[in-house]
């Protein structure tokens, strides 16, 4: 079993920047592929970007590509997500989800997800 907690979201104007954290518990995280998903008011749940469970492979939607970042600090059995530039239109819950053994695409089949942390950017 896994846990995960993300945090980071807030209240930003358009252009700043964010950090998001996904903590994970439970099992060693580094055999996990993770994944940030977003939804926004009134529309589906949409991959964001991946990151394989080896840590050698991203992935990024079009919108976002150039402005976020996926990364790991396996020590600290979290993934974070630093978005810059960022748009109203970024503006959704953020849900970190982990998959063992994953490849980090946003086709995986994941097996755990967190609670979200809300983003909001002002235009």
């Known amino acids: 079993q896994v846990q995960l907690v993300e945090s980071g979201g807030g209240l930003v104007q358009a252009g700043g920047s964010l950090r998001l954290s996904c903590a994970a518990s439970?099992?060693?995280?580094?055999?996990?592929?993770t994944g940030w998903f977003r939804q926004a008011p009134g529309k589906d749940r949409e991959f964001v970007a991946g990151?394989?469970?080896?840590?050698?492979?991203?992935y990024y939607v079009d919108p976002v590509k150039g402005r976020f970042t996926i990364s790991r600090d396996s020590a600290k059995n979290t993934v974070f997500l630093q978005m810059n530039s960022l748009k109203p239109e970024d503006t959704a819950v953020y849900y970190c989800?982990?998959?063992?053994?994953?490849?980090?695409?946003?086709?995986?089949?994941?097996?755990?997800w967190g609670q979200g942390t809300q983003v909001t950017v002002s235009s």
């Open positions: 990151i394989s469970w080896w840590g050698g492979r991203t």
């Open positions: 989800a982990a998959e063992y053994r994953g490849s980090g695409l946003g086709s995986d089949d994941y097996d755990y």
């Open positions: 439970g099992r060693t995280f580094s055999s996990y592929a």
